[in-house]
Structure formats: C-alpha cells, structure tokens
C-alpha cells in the first residue's frame, strides 16, 4: 500500500534530483490526472478527486528511463499517460505520483509498405498525416500512400500508445477488427520498471500482453503496426425514416464485400436530432426525427453506395470528397464512436451510455429485439465492425437515460439477457471491465516488467492473487505465455 504524504514527499525529491526532466507540478496537474472518467456518473462519483503529485514529460528514452528509475528507487507509483481521452479514469492515479506524460516522445521511426513502427506518443492523426504522404519502398521507389488501420475518433489528439493501452479499435475496424486482432500489432518494445530499466521487444503475439490493462503491466515506448492503404475517403450521410430500413442498409453496406469502406455508424432518432442541437456544425445536415447512417467509402465506391441507398428508400443529407474534408479540417468521424456520446450528453446532461458487443449473424435481430425491448430509455448508435475472427458485426455504444445506478445495471443485464456482451464503462478495475476476470498472462507479464507493483496501482485485481497464479503455474494448474530472457 502506498502512504500519501511519503509519495508526495519522494516526488517533490525526485523532480529536484532530475532537473533536466520537465516537471509540471502547478494547477495543471489537475488537468492531467484527468481522462474522460465523467462520461460515467458512477466513476463521476469516485473518482472526482484524484490527482497525481506531479506530471514529468521525457522526450528521450534516456529521459523516460531517469524519470521511471527514480520513481522504482523511490517507490512512487507511476501511470502513463498519452493524451487522456482514455475512458474509465485509465490514467487516473488511485495512489497519486508522478504522471509518465508520453505525448512529447512522438516519432515516426521508420514506414515501410505495410508496416510502421512509432514511439508511443505519436498522436495518431500525426502518424496518418505522415504515412498518407507516400512511404518509401524496397530500393527507395515510391510505395504508396498507407494509414492507419483502425483509429479512435479521437485520433486528432489520442496517441497511438493510448490506444494500444487503453483502447479497442473505432474507424477502420469494419476492415480489420479490433486492434487486438492478429496481425495488427506486430511488436512492442517495453520498459522495466526497476531501479535500472532494461527495455525488451515483444513480437506477436506476446506483443498483445500489454494490451488493453490501462498501463499496469508495462510500460509501452514503441509500437510496430500493419497498415492499411490510404484511399480518398468520401464522407456521407444517409438519413431513413424507419429504423429497419436504416439498419438494413448499414448492415449490408457493412457487408458488401465490393465496396470499399472504412466506417459505417447507426444512430437511431433521435440521436440526430441531439447531434444537429449539439453544434452549429451538424445543423441542417440530417432530416429531424430521422434515423441516420454515417459511412465512410473510397470515393471511387460512391456510385455503388447510391445504388444500396437507394434499394433501401435512404436520403443522402450530407456528402463530402476527401478534398472536402481536409481542407475544411471536419470530419464526420467526430460524431462516431463516443464522440457521439460526447455531443449527446452537451445536449442531455442525464445522458450516459453502456458499451456493446453484438452476436455475429444475430446483430441485426438483437438490435431490434433490444430497441423494442428498451423503448425510449436506450438510444440505439451501432458501429459496425469485423470480429477478430472476421465475421461481420457491430459494437453498441447505446446512449442510456441514467435513472440510478441499480437502473444502469439492469439494463446492462437485459442486454446479456439477450445474449449481447458488455464491456462496463462504469469501473475503473481492468478485470470489471472488457476484460471479465484474472488473466494470468497479464499478471505475469506485470511481475516481470513492474515487479514492486509500481505502474497504475489498484487497477489491476490479478495483481492481489499473484503468489497464487504463480504457484498455480508451478504446479502445472496453468500455464503461462513465455516471454523472451530479459
Ligand atoms: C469522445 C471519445 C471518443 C472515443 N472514441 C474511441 C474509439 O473510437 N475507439 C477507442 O478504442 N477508444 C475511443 N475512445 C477512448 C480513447 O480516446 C482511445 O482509446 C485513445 O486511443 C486513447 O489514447 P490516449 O493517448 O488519449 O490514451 P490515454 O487516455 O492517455 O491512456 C489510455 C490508457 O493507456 C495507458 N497508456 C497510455 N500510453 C501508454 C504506454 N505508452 N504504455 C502503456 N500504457 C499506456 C494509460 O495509462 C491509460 O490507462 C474515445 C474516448 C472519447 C472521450
């Protein structure tokens, strides 16, 4: 357990001891002890008042490994941070410390066709902007513009390590799933947190131990990812007066193997109508009490897109080439995924949402089964995705009017009632979350790269039951993914 007034007493001794490291200790630490913790009432609750004793901002390995062999020689407790747009309080310091600020070790290190390697601070918009500009291939002739293949609406400002750390996949996933799904990260070079660090590279896919435990197991400083090729994206807006016809033509457009996508977004009325009031930007671009679907497809797919909008009685309301898009620097993409949530909720303060995974091949059907069920309680927003194992799908990001706590659980129930997964955004523990129960991987990946307990405290439950899982492991009862000798 850490005693408070020790940690705040080490890390104001650390930051003196390192004076070459930009230290932030002023009204700004508030601020970085922040995610978007408050999209959730609950977490609102808990985790209002947490803060970090300070915030350092390496630019250098050699800066990052001062700062976290103070921290392992002091015994501070350290949480990354990219950006903060994380959810569920992520980097959110349960037991204060210092604040590992990642977002100033930001480089592209080198991009082949296909392949890109980056140090985890890269804001992923940086990284797109970059790749779309033509890679180098094999004896320096050209090779093509590349992206991304998955990114997060928020990937103006989210770095590629937070998503990595924190988060699932967004814009793309309709062509490659998650960003868990095999063969999109291909390595990871980690940082030991002890008095002298050693760095380790894990190629895939133990690559993927670090995934998704919101920093608590190690600690990220590059990420090697495939890529996806980079096509002039045409933004639209298609709007249906009845909700069956809205989500059949997302679900085929999703699925139609010819056209070439990479976002397909339902919101069902009246989350229109709540975008349209939530910025002068959306006024005016969708029919108010409509049911809309937001669609990103290569500009050379449009012909194709009229021909499903129209076989399933659609309007389109907004449409923009990707010319359109860069030079006005707007995208449709900032109202998908939980930017949609974000505008709702400016709107409707009692809004909050849950999170979603449907059953591949009965999406359709649960969706409708669950609106019927649910009424006007529950707004409908899917966002059509591949599974990692390539079936066509959607995840929910529903907007729920919040009732009370006992409501919210209940209707996260119905859902699994009905044989939909929920990913809790209302805890702030990794195994309460998506994740659902211990894995022991992740605890014994956190033994070896974080042996004194020192990245994210209390985030991670399997830490408490570590003796058990590595005795469980002894005695042959389970058995553990190998990791390389470091
Ligand atoms: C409006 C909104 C929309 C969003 N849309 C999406 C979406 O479409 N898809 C999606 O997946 N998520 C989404 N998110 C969540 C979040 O924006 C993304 O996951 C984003 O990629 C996080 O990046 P970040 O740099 O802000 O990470 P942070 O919030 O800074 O960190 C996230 C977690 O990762 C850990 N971490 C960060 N860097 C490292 C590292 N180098 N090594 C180890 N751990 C690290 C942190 O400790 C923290 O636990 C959304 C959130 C909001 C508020």
Known sequence: MFDRTRTQQATAALATELPGLEWITDSRVERLSQDFYWFSPVLKRQLAELRADAVVRPRTEDEIRAAVAGCARAGIPITVRGSGTGNYGQCMPLHGGVILDL?????????????????????????????????AGPDGRPGGAWELRCVPSTFRSATLGGLYGGGFGGVGSINYGPLASTGNVLGVKAMTVEPEPKTVELRAPEALLLHHVYGTNGLVLELEVALAPAHPW????????????????????ASAPGIVKKSVTLLAAPIPDLLMAATPLMAGSMNPGSHAVFVLVAEFAEPALQQLVAEFGGGVTLRKTAEEVTRSNRTIVEYTWNHTTLHAMKVDKSLTYIQSGYDAGRHVAQAKALRERLGDEVLVHLEFIRTKEGAMNCSGLQLVRYRDDERLDEIMRIHRDHGVFIANPHVYIVEDGKQGQVNPDVVATKMRFDPAGLLNPGKLRGWEVREQIMADAAAGRVSLATLPRF
């Open 103 to 135: 977002s100033a070790y930001n480089r592209l290190l080198w991009a082949k066709p296909g392949v890109a390697r980056a140090q985890a601070g890269i804001r992923m918009m940086e990284m797109d902007r970059q790749l779309q500009q033509g890679v």
């Open 234 to 253: 045409l933004e639209a807006i298609v709007c249906f007066d009845g909700f069956d016809e809205a989500i059949g033509f997302a679900d085929a457009l």
